[in-house]
């Protein structure tokens, strides 16, 4: 598996991970109705932010992750980022390696944290996985997402140290 920057010519392939994740409403505070072209606006970030793909050898896109400033003017000191991977590349490490080159491209760029803002709390993988890579949760929003089966959820705020 490598990771390379995402181009627009890839968004075709980006799209049914994008549309499957946001459609099952259990991760994403997007609409569930996102169409093609506002998911394209919301993921693919033009510098110096960034988005990147994670393929295969083959060249199959497995996920994918998007990374910024967590804010403008005296915030943009601390990165943020999201991920989606393919629901059947899951337990694969390509969350984990999107995760790992996002906190390197934060380092690299010489942010001094990097800061998740809305981590459901019942995304329990995802939340395992920042963990393992040093995150820490900072803080919860009692049932701040609307999770389509579990109802409302809390969203955590995890915080890594660079």
Request: aromatic content about 10%; charged content about 20%; glycine content about 10%.
């Amino acid at each position: 598996m490598r990771i390379t920057e995402a181009t627009e010519e890839q968004w075709p392939e980006i799209w049914p991970i994008f549309e499957q994740i946001v459609k099952a409403g259990e991760t994403y505070p997007y609409r569930l109705d996102t169409g093609y072209e506002e998911g394209r606006d919301l993921w693919l970030l033009q510098p110096p932010s960034r988005s990147v793909v994670a393929v295969d050898a083959s060249g199959r896109v497995l996920g994918t992750a998007k990374m910024n400033p967590n804010r403008e003017g005296n915030g943009a000191h601390v990165a943020s980022a999201s991920y989606m991977v393919d629901p059947a590349c899951a337990g694969r490490g390509v969350g984990r390696a999107l995760c790992a080159d996002s906190i390197a491209w934060a380092r690299a760029q010489g942010f001094r944290g990097m800061q998740f803002n809305a981590v459901v709390e019942t995304n329990t993988r995802a939340v395992a996985l920042y963990r393992s890579l040093g995150f820490e949760v900072v803080g919860t929003v009692p049932e701040a997402f609307h999770h389509p089966t579990a109802g409302y959820v809390g969203l955590h705020v995890m915080y890594l140290k660079l």
